[in-house]
């Protein structure tokens, strides 16, 4: 054994960004295996292609803006984006879907604006959002649940050899959205009966959650957000479905359907583009979870992840300016029209 | 006078364009470059309000005094768009109809009743026309560029509908650059546009860029040609 002879703190693990980044991207790969369970391969060669994707237009763009490749390729931050847009697309995207996507999302969300640690926006989201507002048909055809094609139908849709109507069927989110305050249809339809929440769903939202968990337990990221996430998700929609059961759908549907475990454990906690004070962390994610329910609940769209991640990205340094910590010794920073008032901060 | 017309000319197009360097107009620019035929439209319009509205201030300028000049310049903006509009309606009726609410609102454009009080106001009739024709031209070739790239990515067309401006020989005008295009909604949506206006600043900045190190790279030759012999070392 060998003798440590420096002082405390005899700190052995590596914390450097790519060792991170492959972490979070370990974490995702319960809920990428449930993925595939579920709807077959086509997640698995998304999420291959995506990396190959990711890694390429992170090179080419790295070295037109003259930085060096090799060093930011070994961050892993290219990958995660990649792996994150992969496993949000749905599995019977084509490889032009993710082309753009995740081109668009490494190239102009998070290159353009100066690379890691300078996006004011989650990548893989403006990735998604880009496809979503593009595409709209490709983007919310999901297999129904149960009901994953072989290996072989997986990879002729990959390839658009295969059109994907004969394959694809609602969510229990779509499905909800539609017959939504109709009580016989809504008792019609098995795929809101899961074991706890929607069919095929919960299991995909409970593996993330685990991969969340994993995270947590590996101090990558900390409860603030999630919690506050699920919260601000949970919160208003058992509110409302006390009120009205037929109308809104019961909290632990919402937050295991769709996005939602996803975006609280590895979207919403993307470190640049998040708020970065604890209590900040909390409202930024309580947010985005009761803009979730809200767009879910009244707005155009089924799941709205992407869109509340980005609005709130949007909202990050604002919330960031209000909940800036007292430093010990200090007195609390005066903000905005309260600096006027009590005469100037410290 | 103190600019040459060349130097006019050059303000207009690419050192003062309107779009890129001013980056004013963006409200037509960005919502009605969806494809060729309407930012030619538009850009058209915007060229002739621009060159009659320089023209008619640069002719008033000796009678207008400074406390009412503004109000006086909004009128001959207002009255050319008003004209520019009425023509629209009655030629080219269906363009008309697609740029709708743009047309009149050329009238709030502020490169117009910029150029009206900072060039027109101050210089006679011939430059204040040219300065407005540039400056119309620099605007149209931007409002063009930008309505084909989106018309491109976004319909995988271009000059499509061009009949609306030229009338029925120009139906066949439009090319299929990509045969079974699926469409890109976000190059037509408003997104789509801001992008596309960031990509060409940026593009003209990097021209820009380049053309300042050639001229620096120019300029340093010259001093390397010393007469100056000295005692050691090479003479350079």
């Known amino acids: 054994m060998a003798l440590i002879s420096s002082t405390s703190p005899h700190t052995t693990v590596s914390n450097n960004t790519g060792a991170f980044m492959r972490q979070v991207i370990y974490a995702t790969l319960p809920g990428l295996a449930v993925l595939t369970w579920q709807f ?6 998304n999420v291959l292609w995506a990396v190959v994707v990711a890694l390429v237009s992170e090179a080419l763009i790295l070295k037109a803006r003259g930085r060096p490749v090799a060093f930011y390729l070994k961050d892993y931050s290219a990958v995660l984006t990649a792996v994150l847009l992969a496993l949000a697309l749905p599995p019977t995207s084509p490889w032009w879907l993710t082309l753009i996507g995740v081109g668009f999302a490494i190239i102009v ?25 593009s595409f709209p048909v490709a983007m919310t055809q999901w297999i129904a649940p149960g009901e994953a094609p072989s290996l072989a139908q997986s990879w002729q849709l990959f390839t658009g050899q295969l059109p994907v109507d004969g394959l ?39 593996a993330f959650l685990l991969g969340g968990l994993y995270l947590i337990s590996r101090k990558i990221i900390t409860w603030h957000i999630p919690a506050g996430f699920l919260g601000g998700l949970a919160l208003p929609a058992l509110i409302a479905w006390l009120i009205n059961p037929v109308r809104f759908s019961d909290p632990v549907f919402q937050i295991f359907s769709g996005g939602a475990m996803l975006g609280a454990f590895f979207i919403a906690t993307d470190p640049v583009s998040a708020a970065t004070s604890r209590s900040g962390r909390l409202i930024y994610a309580a947010l985005i979870g009761v803009l979730i329910w809200v767009i879910r609940s009244f707005g155009g769209y089924p799941d709205a992840v992407a869109f509340s991640v980005l609005l709130l990205n949007l909202c990050a340094p604002f919330i960031d300016y209000y909940t800036q910590p007292r430093t010990y010794g200090h007195n609390k920073a005066n903000r905005g029209t309260n600096s006027a008032k009590q005469g100037g901060g410290s | ?69 503004l109000p006086a310049f909004v009128m001959i903006i207002a009255a050319m768009v008003t004209v520019i509009e009425m023509l629209m309606q009655a030629f080219t009726f269906e363009l008309y109809e697609i740029l709708g609410i743009f047309i009149p609102l050329i009238v ?28 119309g031209l620099g605007f149209l070739v931007i409002l063009l560029i930008l309505g084909g790239m989106r018309e491109l990515i976004g319909l995988g067309t271009l ?78």
């Open chain 1, 40 to 45: 077959g391969w086509g997640t698995v060669i």
């Open chain 1, 109 to 133: 969300a998070k290159q353009l604006y100066g690379g890691l640690g300078m996006n004011p926006f989650n990548p893989a989201m403006v990735g998604y959002v880009l496809l979503l507002i």
């Open chain 1, 168 to 206: 694809s069927g609602a969510t229990p989110l779509d499905t909800f959205r539609t017959w939504a305050g109709n009580d016989s249809e809504l008792a019609s339809h098995g795929i809101l009966d899961g074991q706890f929440a929607g069919l095929g769903w919960e299991w995909v939202n409970l």
């Open chain 2, 1 to 69: 006078m103190s600019k040459s017309y060349r130097e006019l000319a050059l303000d207009g197009l690419w050192n003062n364009n309107p779009a890129t360097v001013q980056i004013l107009g963006l409200c037509p620019l960005l919502a009605v470059t969806g494809t060729v035929v309407n930012a030619l439209g538009l850009g058209l319009a915007t060229l002739v309000v621009l060159m009659g509205s320089n023209i008619c201030v640069s002719l008033i300028r000796q009678y207008v005094t400074d406390a009412v000049r």
């Open chain 2, 108 to 135: 709030t454009n502020c490169t117009v009743l910029g150029r009206a009080d900072a060039f027109a106001s101050k210089n006679p009739v011939l430059p204040a026309a040219l300065d407005g024709f540039m400056m």
């Open chain 2, 159 to 236: 000059f499509t509908n061009m009949q609306l401006l030229f009338g029925p020989m120009a139906a066949d005008w439009q090319i299929q650059v990509v045969e079974n295009y699926g469409g890109f909604l976000f190059a037509i949506l408003p997104p789509g546009a801001f992008v596309g206006l960031g990509l060409i600043i940026a593009g003209k900045n990097v021209i820009d860029k380049r053309l300042k190190a050639i001229q620096k790279a120019r300029a340093s030759d010259e001093p390397k040609v010393s007469r100056r012999v000295r005692t050691t070392g090479k003479v350079s």
